[in-house]
């Protein structure tokens, strides 16, 4: 790995860890999510400690109204109106499990396209905060996590995929995400190689 990590300039995107991707009685459930918990929570817990700040996404179907969405999954738009996953509504929360591991003063980016840089405050904030290296777990991996990745990417961050820290719909989606991601927008790496490379650039 020839990648570097500057620990003073990075943060921790936490996409969509929530209720009705992670719950196995979820709409939209991502089968081996519940097995993420832990291992985001551990990462979760060593970003505090070395002062990286960390970032939480929940996305919601209120505005795939106007996009092909509802024809790709009609299932998801029952016929009485509204969708299985909107705002504010128990799918829609962080699941239970790791709402213990957020800090008041964690960045919340309620989004509502698989990309969490289209139209919200992310890329703002984490300018403001003069971040460069972005960590990116959670679910799905070929969906919103690689879409954010994506958005990153032309926004002129370097995103590292945690690829033990995400997870998708089958192996083959996972891999094969993976290997998009390292050819054209980012690096794919475990949490175990990331915290080397963070500690790494904390001894530099």
Not at 27 to 38: F, H
Not at 102 to 125: H, S, V, W
């Amino acid at each position: 790995m020839s990648a570097s990590i500057d620990p003073r300039r990075t943060a921790l995107i936490v996409v969509d860890m929530q209720n009705g991707f992670v719950l196995p009685s979820g709409p939209i459930s991502v089968p081996n999510a519940e097995s993420l918990i832990p291992k985001i929570s551990r990462m979760v817990d060593f970003c505090r400690t070395v002062e990286i700040p960390v970032v939480w996404t929940r996305v919601n179907l209120d505005g795939f109204g106007d996009t092909a969405y509802p024809e790709l999954w009609p299932g998801h738009f029952p016929s009485g109106g509204g969708n299985v996953l909107s705002k504010g509504a128990y799918w829609h929360q962080i699941v239970g499990n790791l709402v213990s591991n957020t800090r008041e003063g964690d960045l919340m980016i309620d989004k509502d396209r698989y990309d969490a840089f289209f139209q919200t405050n992310l890329e703002l904030r984490l300018r403001q905060a003069k971040v460069r290296d972005l960590l990116v777990c959670g679910v799905s991996t070929n969906v919103c996590v690689e879409g954010t990745i994506r958005g990153a990417f032309d926004r002129g961050f370097r995103p590292f995929l945690l690829s033990d820290c995400t997870a998708t719909f089958s192996n083959e989606l996972q891999e094969l995400a993976q290997t998009v991601i390292s050819l054209v927008c980012g690096f794919v790496v475990t949490s175990d190689e990331a915290v080397d490379l963070i500690e790494a650039g904390i001894k530099r």
